[in-house]
């Protein structure tokens, strides 16, 4: 089935693009969106996102090859996204990475069986202060430790 | 304690909300600014000569006087990207006081002629975008923005655009790129964004710090502003620090203060007795300092002299007990990630370095390795569309010659 937003989504796209000159501007908005409402962005909502901006799929295509937040495939409930960049890795964030992946028995770029987890490595969050840090989804998690990581993922329903 | 001007309210909770602002004198800088002319404004701003706080240092003032007076729309681009390295002070700045940002983005627009501004925030500040979006329309409500701005006649729209996640889209021109809807590749200069920048139009575009600077600027003066740090170089900085200290965190402090008293009386001093070896003072990007070359005054002309740089003002603090290695696998595995590919020096080249060091981090590396890591970075150095071919090629060359004797001793 082709994927298709809500009315409501409708009428929230049609708030976006009225802030721009030219409609093409809205489009890592209208993907911010396309994954908020399917979880990923398959080759259909490139179509669909597309259609709505009146610019060919290809045009689509280019732009969510080119960001890393834009998922082409589909992702676990929870995306932990651990840093690997310099303050965090002073603080220890190779260990810790470790230690996700025997817990979770997946490597980063993985998602986990149950669909429950995806864990990726990133570049500076920007969350330095608190380093080791990561996000699940947009959550920020810093000061880390394995402690720590068990609490935070046991709370995770 | 020196005074503060761009944190002074960080300790108020409910200050991002526009009628705790107010009480605290909140918008009094755009009333002032909107009953001045904009050339008056302008003047001020060029006295008060508020170098970028984004990386580049240019003074915003004479930024401004560069857009040309022609009969198109003109744009005002914040730079909310903050992705080098080390570097988290604009959230601090946007999540705890978004309408001081504003009353800079308000004052900018008049002043330059802007009827449209479009904050560009990294992706993953989610809940920072809200927060601005919700100050906003605070400031909508008000009469602060949207039409007729307290009966001044002027008017003026803003609007978050977030990013998806690209270091390059922080280049002023791989933003525009990005916000208009393309993948974040920069753009040759010239012609440069104040003649032909957002849409083909004239576009001003500056960093959160430094757009929040402006209405206590306007407040009280460009003598005020240049009395705090240095006289050319006026103002504080917010100073990130993070790595090996106590209290890793935010500082303002006047431009200027010395870098040992930042990481040593601010910060906390090292963490846990671990014993230091190695700063980066401006940001990822910036050349590494030794130990022995920390006692020196936190200001861009200052660091320039000592062949680094102040950048970002993000001090990244490096220990004894830290290899080199790593931190230079750190840098070169960011950099090959960022390139946006456009050109081949930097695209090839830091890859190819990352792979190097990776080598050598394996333990099979080369006396011939260090040389090809030092030929390859010099060969990116000034050969580049943007200024990230340089960004990559100057933190790894003063590693390669810094601490070449160490790297020598883990072939
Ligand atoms: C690779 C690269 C990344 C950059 N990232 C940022 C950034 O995240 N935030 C920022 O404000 N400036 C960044 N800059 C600097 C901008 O290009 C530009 O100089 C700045 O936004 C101008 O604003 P200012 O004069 O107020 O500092 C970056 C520059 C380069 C070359
Ligand atoms: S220097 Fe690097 S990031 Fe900049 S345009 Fe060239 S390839 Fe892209």
Not at chain 1, 114 to 140: H, R
Not at chain 2, 383 to 390: A, E, F, H, R, S
């Amino acid at each position: 089935m082709s994927p298709e937003f809500s009315g409501k989504v409708r009428k929230e796209i049609d708030r976006i693009i009225a802030r721009y000159p030219q409609k093409e501007a809205a489009i890592l908005p209208l993907l911010h969106l396309t994954q908020q409402e399917f979880g990923f962005i398959s080759p259909e909502s490139e179509k669909l996102v597309a259609g709505i901006l009146g610019i060919k799929p290809i045009q689509v295509r280019e732009v969510v090859t080119f960001y890393t937040m834009l998922n082409r495939e589909p992702i676990g409930k929870y995306h932990i996204q651990v840093c690997s960049n310099l303050s965090c890795s002073l603080l220890g964030a190779e260990k810790l990475t470790d230690y996700l992946k025997e817990k979770l028995s997946i490597e980063p770029g993985q998602t986990s069986e149950d669909k429950k987890f995806t864990l990726s490595l990133v570049e500076c969050i920007g969350a330095c202060e608190q380093a080791p840090c990561m996000m699940i989804n947009f959550d920020y998690h810093g000061n880390l430790d394995k402690k720590k990581i068990d609490k935070i993922l046991d709370g995770l329903e | 304690m020196a005074e503060k001007v761009l944190t002074q309210h960080f300790g108020l909770k409910n200050v991002y909300q526009i009628d705790e602002y107010i009480k605290q004198g909140g918008y009094e800088a755009v009333k002032k600014a909107l009953k001045l002319k904009p050339e008056e404004i302008l003047e001020e701003m060029k006295k008060a000569n508020l170098r970028g706080r984004g990386g580049a240092g240019f003074p915003a003032g004479v930024k401004w006087g560069f857009v040309p007076k022609v009969d198109k729309p003109k744009y005002l681009c914040v730079n909310a990207d903050e992705g080098e390295p080390g570097t988290f002070k604009d959230r601090y700045i946007m999540s705890h006081n978004p309408h001081m940002l504003l009353e800079g983005i308000i004052i900018t627009s008049y002043c330059v002629g802007i009827h449209s501004a479009y904050i560009y925030i990294r992706g993953e500040y989610e809940a920072v975008a809200l927060r601005l979006e919700e100050a906003i329309s605070e400031a909508y409500d008000k009469g602060y923005l949207g039409k007729n701005i307290l009966n001044s006649g002027f008017d003026l729209d803003v609007s978050v655009h977030r990013g998806a996640g690209a270091y390059i889209c922080g280049e002023e021109t791989a933003l525009l790129e990005s916000l208009e809807g393309k993948r974040g590749n920069p753009r040759l200069k010239p012609p440069f964004p104040a003649s032909v920048g957002l849409f083909q139009c004239p576009t001003v575009i500056n960093n959160v710090e430094t757009l929040s600077n402006i209405p206590q600027i306007i407040l009280n003066g460009a003598d005020w502003f240049t009395g705090k740090g240095l006289p050319k170089d006026g103002g504080t900085r917010i100073f990130g620090v993070s790595g090996m200290v106590e209290k890793p965190g935010i500082y303002e402090l006047p431009i200027g203060t010395n870098l040992k008293d930042i990481i040593n009386k601010h910060a906390g001093g090292m963490k846990q007795g671990k014993k230091l070896k190695a700063v980066i003072p401006g940001g990822m990007s910036a050349p590494v300092l030794k130990a022995d070359e920390i006692d020196i005054p936190m200001d861009f002309d200052s660091l320039v002299n000592a062949e680094s740089m102040l950048g970002s003002a993000a001090i990244i603090v490096i220990d004894t007990g830290t290899s080199m290695l790593d931190v230079l696998k750190a840098v070169t595995k960011f950099y090959s990630h960022e390139s946006c590919g456009l050109c081949t020096p930097c695209r090839i080249g830091t890859s190819w370095i990352n792979k190097i060091v990776k080598r050598m981090a394996e333990g099979k590396g080369s006396k011939k390795d260090i040389d090809d890591i030092v030929r390859l970075a010099s060969n990116i150095l000034g050969k580049t569309l943007c200024p990230l071919g340089d960004a990559a090629a100057m933190p790894i060359l003063s590693i390669a010659k810094k601490f070449r004797k160490e790297l020598e001793s883990r072939l």
